[in-house]
């Protein structure tokens, strides 16, 4: 399980290296999190929509490598702007946490 807001944060930040279409996205989180992050479709697509509404990702079709029909998306320079407010907000909490956990 993820804290609230941080699957938004893990898209943002896989798409800061290029385009992706959703697959791609689930198995780069999966990769670079040696298997811990494994997001479903579930709640992929849903937060991808809410990207797009945002304005912080766009879309287009394209083919996959598999050559089929896939739905790219792309980091806008809002999502830039947004991905490096999220991520600073999300080092406040991670310190936060570690300090309440390493408190004697």
């Known amino acids: 399980d993820l ?4 699957l938004d944060l ?3 930040g896989a798409l800061a290296h290029g385009s992706k279409h959703g697959y791609g996205i689930a198995e780069h989180l ?3 999190s040696a298997d811990v992050l ?6 992929l697509y849903p937060a991808l929509q809410r990207l797009l509404l ?8 394209g083919l996959s490598e598999n050559n ?3 739905r790219y998306y792309t980091l806008t320079a ?5 991905l490096r407010t999220e991520r ?9 946490i570690q300090k309440v956990l390493h408190a004697t």
């Open 88 to 96: 600073g907000e999300f080092d406040k909490m991670i310190l936060a």
């Open 38 to 43: 494994q997001v479903g479709e579930s709640s």
């Open 54 to 61: 945002n304005g912080w990702v766009q879309a287009e079709w």
């Open 10 to 12: 893990l898209i943002l």
């Open 68 to 70: 089929r029909r896939a």
């Open 30 to 32: 999966k990769t670079l």
């Open 78 to 82: 809002s999502g830039r702007k947004q």
């Open 3 to 6: 804290l609230p807001g941080t």
